[in-house]
């Protein structure tokens, strides 16, 4: 994958695909600590600890449509190539958390990317799942709660086109005034 989230979509819809309702996801970029951190936390279905302790094989996945899952496994070798972790902690019928780190300035830590179409991708293809975002960058903090923003709307669908370009726009002004 060329930018870190791609990889954040990917972790992201392996919450869709446990069914969870509520995933929270944040960023936190510290260049005065040279850290990069992205955190998934979701209520799905969980997995058991025989399961989270194969993850990390390419040939491991609770997918039946295909043999070979390469998301948390290609994660994990970009995080160890930029001398951090991937951590993940999850309880069946509770949900999973996973915490991605690595060195903010290595030369092998691949470009974050373009948040506000991921984000927009995970609200047009489930806009039945709440999705609370954070991103934070050297202190300076956004958040974007899908549920905040459906009560807003008073009954108007999240995944209206009108909506949709709106907040990709609100994502992009906002990620840009953080990091001035």
Known sequence: MKELSLHILD??????????????????????KNLF??????????????????VRNPFTTSRTTRKVGL?????????????????IEST????TTLKATMEY????RIPLGDMASTMVTLILS??????HYTHEYNERQFVLDTKEVKNLLEGVPISELSVVQWLKEYIIENLSEIRQ
């Not at 998934?40 to 600890?49: E, I, L, P, T």
């Open 92 to 95: 069946v019928g509770v949900g």
């Open 71 to 87: 998301g948390i496994p290609l994660l994990d070798d970009l995080c160890k190539m930029c001398n951090g972790v991937v951590e």
């Open 11 to 32: 972790i992201i819809e392996n919450s869709v695909r446990a069914e969870a309702i509520f995933i929270e996801f944040s960023i936190i970029e510290d260049t005065t």
């Open 126 to 131: 489930n806009p039945e799942i709440n999705f």
């Open 105 to 108: 300035n290595h030369i092998d």
């Open 37 to 54: 951190i992205f955190q998934v936390k979701d209520n799905g279905k969980g997995m058991s600890s025989e399961f989270i302790q194969q």
